[in-house]
């Protein structure tokens, strides 16, 4: 299992600096010349269950909240944080839960022209959300400490101020995150990003 991890660990770390290599000899240096700050808010009601049925039924949220440093005019290097909010009713019961999901990512713009962004993103988390419950009947998520997710998507940011500021974005973006502990039963977690970005520094 520690094998897996340093090769993913590697594999992050070589396409980071190979995305590096390559934005640096097709453009200008842009280290540390621009940040972003994030912050989003996703509700998913009624997941896994049928509320109507009065059995069961989860409402989970989802913070987030991250910084961005631009490493050369087409990528960038962040942190995140994402507390996961959940709700659960089963059989008249109601449970409530917290749980932590931090990371550390990095967007590449495919696109980055005209107040329209298009990126990729790749990421690396530790979490104690587990997608990998079999106690109970609906494959809710469970507590478990150290697990480690690696996360893929892409967003889209649009300039909401282009004529004073160009500063803020709207975002909409979507991941998929896989576990990479060997854990029996585990299935991908997946979140959509609707939020507000807020650019300072240099702006492109």
């Given amino acids: 299992m520690k094998k897996r991890k340093n090769i993913i660990i590697s594999i992050f770390v070589i396409l980071l600096f190979g995305n590096t ?7 200008e240096s842009m280290f540390g010349k621009s940040f972003r700050v994030g912050s989003s808010f996703t509700r998913i009601g009624d997941v896994n269950g049928d509320k109507s049925e009065g059995i069961h039924y989860l409402n ?18 962040g942190l995140q944080i994402k507390p996961v909010f959940t709700k659960q009713y089963a ?9 932590n999901f931090n ?3 990095t967007q590449f713009d495919a ?17 104690n959300y587990c997608t990998c419950a079999k106690e109970n009947p609906w494959d809710d998520p469970i507590k478990k400490n150290g697990i ?18 160009k500063n803020i974005y709207l975002e909409v973006a979507f ?30």
């Fill in 21 to 27: 290599l390559f934005s640096q000899n097709n453009s």
């Fill in 60 to 77: 989970e949220s989802t913070l987030n909240v991250n910084v961005a440093m631009s490493v050369t005019k087409k990528l960038w290097l």
């Fill in 91 to 99: 059989y008249g019961t109601i449970n409530k839960s917290v749980y």
């Fill in 103 to 105: 990371g550390i990512f």
């Fill in 111 to 127: 696109i980055n022209k005209n107040g329209f962004r298009l990126y990729l993103e790749s990421s690396v988390n530790l979490s």
């Fill in 148 to 165: 480690f997710f690696l996360g893929f998507g892409a967003g889209l940011e649009l300039n909401l101020n282009p004529k004073k500021g």
């Fill in 175 to 204: 991941f998929n995150y896989l576990i990479l502990n060997d854990i029996q039963f585990k299935y991908n977690y997946t979140q959509y990003i609707l939020g507000l970005n807020y650019k300072f520094g240099k702006l492109n």
